[in-house]
């Protein structure tokens, strides 16, 4: 009973983690971190080498180094150089960064996979390559990379779990500091594992629902 008493009142303060920071932070991530990946796949797309050359380095810099890595570098490297940002906003900075690197070669591959003759056709009716580009190839782009942009947004959501590392307040931290008041480690980081699994859940049933609704407009 004291295990199910203390399930019950922690409760109220992880969902206020999740609420206040887990939530947000996901949110304000994957929307900055889409708008960066748009824009770093089209310089990847661009025939001049003056927009090639930053966005290939950007990608493989973050691809290549851990995301726990890039939160410590931001929050507690940075002062090093007179740079000092607050918690919530570092571990902001550090999952767009890290969404718009891999969200960018999802963009890149669906665009990719537009047929070539979607871009013949409308230079043939006059249209430039970047209105082409706006009107004709990223719609039907965006189709297609719904579901792996999707799957980025749900496992966006369990990795803002390392924002705990910064003193972000959220979700797993506040299990942290309850286990640590309570030393019943177990039950709580079970408890915020709970939560997690329900919110990516819910999550997917939204995944599926604009799934089929954007596969209504596909061509087959």
């Known amino acids: 009973m004291e295990g199910w008493e203390l399930f019950i009142n922690s409760l109220p303060s992880m969902l206020s983690g999740a609420i206040q920071y887990t939530i947000p932070l996901t949110l304000i991530s994957f929307i900055g971190g889409i708008i960066l990946a748009l824009l770093t796949a089209i310089m990847r797309l661009s025939k001049s080498r003056f927009f090639q050359i930053p966005a ?8 290549g180094t851990p995301l726990l890595v890039q ?8 002062p090093n150089i007179g740079v000092n940002i607050d918690p919530f906003p570092s571990a902001a900075i550090a999952f767009i960064l890290n969404v718009g690197a891999y969200a960018s070669e999802i963009i ?5 996979s537009i047929p070539k003759g979607q871009w013949e056709a409308a230079f043939t009716i006059g249209m430039t390559r970047w209105t082409a580009l706006r009107r004709i190839i990223l719609p039907q782009a965006a189709r297609v990379s719904v579901p792996p942009l999707s ?43 709970l939560i997690y699994w329900i919110i990516c859940f819910i ?5 599926e629902v604009l799934e089929r609704r954007l596969s209504r407009h596909v061509l087959k």
């Open 151 to 193: 799957n980025s947004f749900i496992s966006l959501v369990k990795d803002t779990s390392l924002a705990s590392l910064v003193l972000v307040a959220e979700l797993f931290r506040k299990a942290q500091e309850i286990a640590a008041r309570t030393y019943d480690f177990l039950l709580l980081y079970l408890e915020a594992a």
């Open 56 to 63: 290939i380095i950007y990608v493989s810099a973050i691809r």
């Open 71 to 78: 939160l410590f570098i931001i929050f507690y490297g940075l």
């Open 108 to 112: 890149r591959a669906s665009i990719l």
């Open 203 to 207: 999550l997917s049933l939204f995944q």
